[in-house]
């Protein structure tokens, strides 16, 4: 069965991948002729693979949006050359990972490859790509493996690591007076690099953590793990879930009745674009992120105008993850003026980039990990709003990295 | 832990059952009484969900939403049954599965066409959105008790239409036996269509009763498909006191597997159904093969 299950997803595949291939060919035979009649050079080849269907659906489009926003600021022009997209929907499956960037990095011959969303597939990506492969731009996936013990000189990342997401929770917590702590979160890689990262600070500052409770991935009945945290009576709880469990665990902590008496922490995920959905169940829900719509910073502003005015939705954190490294990919050109093959200066420009990003100032690290701040985030009236810069210029220990 | 802490896991594990017997209930139908093997039961699923969402929104009452959602979730049922299902019955049953596969693809992708990508949810409806104090810091919302007073109606209402109706008997045996059936002057044509859209109506239903309490987001199908297929099994094609007791055991086991052994919470439900299969192939309360 499982065969068959194989054959359906390849052959959807090839449609897709098809009908890709087809635009592709017919805006080719239209504009390849004239472009050559007038000398221009050969396009940048920029491989994209993002989820766009299934879960993570929302934030492979929302990253896509926002690089093709700020390509688009750009003339669409990087250092001087025109840009042809490959564009491939990841669907966040590990087991297609290996196939499909295979296909982007042998097959389309990319000269940069910007993805994906799920850890999982930005390792098998990193594994492939590190390297003599083209310049890669990881727009998100958090695994600390890919700036550490994965790093390479062509890989960078411009979302965070789960150290950089769990870190700056811990004295966060304390000093918002919470020392009693559960420690809740769903039980894969991801969310467990970031509750080490947070026990790391957490418990030399002073904290217990009263009982840690991995829950399965992607479960989301927590309804005995509620009755279990409100056994436990401790003063807050700090979690990490994503995307529709995120929904789910804030409206059923609130309807549980837990938020009087326990204080709701969590990765900046917990609340993040989730404003409608979650209402009012996540009032006075307290988050930790490098990025709030609310922050007051003219880059923010003009941001996310921008993207509204593009896409008619509203900009999150994920957008901007892809905006800026839509930035970070220009900066490359620029500075060699289109010229591929300088690629040893291409990377230096783009490792000491400082980029304006609309989170606040974004520089990268030895192991080109972003170094930014990170904010504690309360949500008020539906907005997460910046209670106060939880970590200042957070930078991401890059273990395993010799570079 | 005191004796009110199990107490209140044991309301959980009960009404987690309920609400995997009504989540589960389309599939008992289609693929425990009919033998129609249906992956896109979670597609069925998530359309009620989304119909909820949608027509909640435009109308701004749960009931009303229902109300119009259900006759729209037995139409699909319909179109699918005539226009692909029906071609199927005389093959073997992995055409089934390829064909509904096929369904959750197209499902998955109309879902992003129609409503986009974004994580929805569905207000509880006012007279419902209440909660009664359990423990001194946990209160339980009574929306969930409505569910499973919902489920209760649901399962009686199935077991009496299959086992003491005319209707269910003539299913039954359309079921087993396609060609008798019609030979004994039932247009066994109409009445499968009229079968499958129930069955689909259910799975929606499922949906929308769920919705409020659940999110509603691209992909939320698949998280039901595995678990419905497990409870069914369990009880054994054909049966729907088997599909309900079936929910109820890995209702218990799922939640206490989370409280007493939380390593293992998440392959309890699967190593229960190892179990029982080791020990009755048919599952609990199915016919012998």
Not at chain 2, 101 to 110: G, S, T
Request: with cysteine.
């Amino acid at each position: 069965m499982s065969e068959k299950n194989n054959k359906g997803i390849s052959r959807r595949d090839f449609v897709i991948k098809g009908s890709v291939a087809t635009a592709g060919l017919a805006a080719a035979s239209v504009l390849g002729p004239a472009q050559f009649a007038i000398g221009a050079q050969a396009k940048v080849k920029v491989g994209i693979l993002l989820p766009y269907t299934g879960t993570y659906a929302k934030l492979g489009t929302n990253i896509r949006n926002a690089m093709m926003l700020r390509f688009s600021e750009a003339g669409n022009k990087l250092g001087g050359r025109s840009i042809e997209f490959v564009d491939i929907d990841s669907e966040a499956k590990p087991a297609k990972a290996q196939q499909l960037t295979n296909k982007l990095i042998k097959k389309e011959n990319v000269d940069f490859l910007v993805g994906p969303v799920h850890s999982v597939v930005g390792m098998a990506m990193a594994k492939i790509a590190r390297g003599n492969g083209p310049i890669t731009v990881i727009p998100n996936a958090g695994a600390n493996q890919l700036t550490g013990s994965l790093c390479a000189p062509n890989i960078f990342r411009t979302s965070f690591s789960s150290y950089q997401m769990g870190y700056p929770g811990g004295p966060a917590m304390i000093e918002d007076g919470h020392k009693r702590v559960v420690l809740m979160y769903w039980n894969y890689g991801f969310g467990k690099q970031v509750a080490a990262a947070f026990k790391e600070s957490f418990l030399p500052a002073g904290g217990t953590i009263v009982k840690e409770i991995p829950t399965p991935f992607p479960k989301v009945d927590f309804q005995a793990y509620l009755t279990e945290l409100a056994a436990l009576k401790p003063d807050a709880v700090y979690t990490f879930y994503a995307g529709g469990g995120a929904v789910k665990f804030v409206k059923d902590f609130a309807a549980a009745g837990l938020k009087n008496s326990i204080k709701l922490y969590g990765a900046g995920f917990l609340t993040e674009g989730l404003g409608k959905a979650q209402g009012n169940a996540a009032e006075g829900v307290r988050t930790i992120l490098h990025y709030a719509d609310t922050l007051d910073n003219p880059a923010n502003h003009r941001f996310r105008a921008a993207f509204k005015s593009s896409t008619g939705a509203e900009a999150d954190v994920y957008a901007v993850q892809g905006y800026d490294a839509g930035e970070l990919i220009l900066r490359g050109m620029n500075a060699v003026k289109g010229d591929t093959g300088a690629r040893a200066e291409m990377i230096r420009a783009m490792e000491t980039a400082e980029i304006d990003s609309p989170r606040g100032k974004l520089r990268f690290s030895k192991s080109h990990n972003p170094i930014h701040d990170i904010y504690l985030r309360e949500v008020v009236m539906g907005k997460n709003q910046v209670v106060r810069v939880a970590a200042k210029a957070q930078d991401d220990p890059a273990e395993g990295c010799s570079m | 832990m005191e004796l009110s802490f199990y107490l209140v896991q044991l309301l959980n594990a009960v009404q987690y059952g309920f609400l995997l017997f009504l989540v589960a209930s389309g599939l008992t139908l289609l693929f425990g009484i009919m033998g129609i093997i249906n992956l896109a039961h979670g597609s069925f699923y998530m359309l009620g969900s989304y119909l909820a969402y949608w027509l909640t929104d435009v109308t701004g009452n749960l009931w009303l939403g229902i109300l119009l959602g259900l006759p729209i979730a037995m139409m699909v049922g319909y179109i699918v049954e005539r226009f692909a299902i029906s071609f199927l019955y005389k093959r073997d049953h992995l055409y089934q599965v390829l064909l509904t596969f096929a369904l959750i693809l197209i499902f998955n992708e109309l879902q992003q066409i129609l409503w986009g990508t974004d994580v929805h949810s569905v207000p509880i409806p006012s007279i419902l959105a209440g909660s009664f104090q359990l423990t001194e810091n946990q209160s339980y919302p009574v929306y969930r008790l409505f569910i499973s007073a919902a489920c209760i109606a649901v399962a009686c209402g199935m077991y009496w239409v299959i086992q003491k109706t005319r209707l269910g008997m003539i299913i039954r045996a359309g079921a087993s036996n396609r060609e008798m059936v019609q030979a004994l002057g039932i247009n066994v044509n109409r009445l499968f269509a009229f079968v499958f859209s129930m069955g689909v109506a259910l799975a929606g239903f499922a949906g929308m009763l769920a919705a409020p309490v659940d999110s509603v987001y691209p992909g939320m199908g698949e998280n039901v498909l595995i678990i419905s297929f497990v409870v069914v099994v369990i009880g054994g094609t054909g049966s729907i006191k088997g599909a309900f007791v079936g929910a109820m055991l890995i209702g218990l086991v799922s939640t206490f597997g989370k409280v007493l052994l939380p390593e293992m919470a998440s392959i309890m439900v699967y190593a229960l159904m190892a179990v029982i299969l080791m020990w009755r192939p048919q599952g609990l309360f199915g016919r012998a093969a």
